[in-house]
């Protein structure tokens, strides 16, 4: 028998932090001092991990959600080197702490997300 909480949608406390994680990442550039580039990096790859974020939420047996949370992750993540600003440290740090940590919540997610998928494969 499935742990209920992670068949259930709306309950996994690793996609509501998905979810967190992307909306501090599209509201950072109120706070952070940043340039063009910066802010619409932060506010896509934020916005993208706050949807997959709730469409995980939403739809907790779809495997494929947390593999795009670790991309997404890894994205974010990179993003100070690919989009040269290392030079910004507040955000370049901002950037790593909420890709490594969108990151690893989508790897502790995989479990979860596996006994959701295997649980709904068996309801017909």
């Not at 028998?1 to 949608?9: H, V």
């Not at 974020?53 to 974010?76: D, H, N, T």
Request: hydrophobic residues 55%.
């Amino acid at each position: 028998m499935s742990d209920t909480s992670t068949t259930r949608a709306w309950t996994r406390w690793q996609d509501w932090a998905e979810v967190l994680f992307g909306v501090v990442a599209v509201l950072s550039p109120l706070w952070l001092t940043t340039t063009n580039t910066i802010t619409w990096t932060m506010i896509v790859l934020g916005a993208l991990i706050a949807l997959d974020g709730l469409f995980s939420l939403a739809m907790p047996g779809v495997v494929l959600g947390e593999y795009v949370q670790i991309v997404l992750g890894v994205l974010m993540f990179i993003s100070p080197w690919v989009m040269s600003f290392t030079d910004m440290k507040g955000a370049m740090w901002s950037a790593f702490i909420i890709g490594a940590l969108t990151a690893i919540a989508g790897a502790v997610a995989l479990p979860a997300a596996n006994t959701a998928h295997q649980g709904m494969a068996g309801q017909h």
